[in-house]
């Protein structure tokens, strides 16, 4: 993957509706992903942290621009942290239930 980040909007038309998506990554870097068909695609993926693979460039006003090639959605570690600590407290409680005293 090219870069990493969570997709947010940047466009709208004059209907409110998103038109336009940028990528923040953990580095606070902005690229603004160039329209094409998987533009298109990412704009169901707003909030969410994806992978890209893609061809980047900068404009001529020095800001980041990225022809999005494929992309894939990531998994958030802190969230698969909290789930892995439910099932372990579930999983804990449960045996607890399940012991026999003699």
Known sequence: MDITGII?????????N?????????QEEIYIV???RMESEL????????G???KI???LDGRNLIYVRSFQAVLDESILNQK???????????DNE???FK
Request: proline letters at 0%; charged letters at 20%; zero cysteines.
């Open 8 to 16: 947010l909007a940047n466009q709208w038309d004059e209907n409110g």
């Open 18 to 26: 998103v038109i336009g998506v940028s990528v923040y990554t953990d």
């Open 34 to 36: 160039a329209h094409n």
């Open 43 to 50: 704009i169901n993926h707003i909030h969410k942290k994806v």
């Open 52 to 54: 890209i693979q893609g």
């Open 57 to 59: 460039m900068e404009r």
């Open 84 to 94: 892995k600590q439910r099932h372990n407290h579930y999983r804990s409680t449960n």
């Open 98 to 100: 399940n012991m026999t």
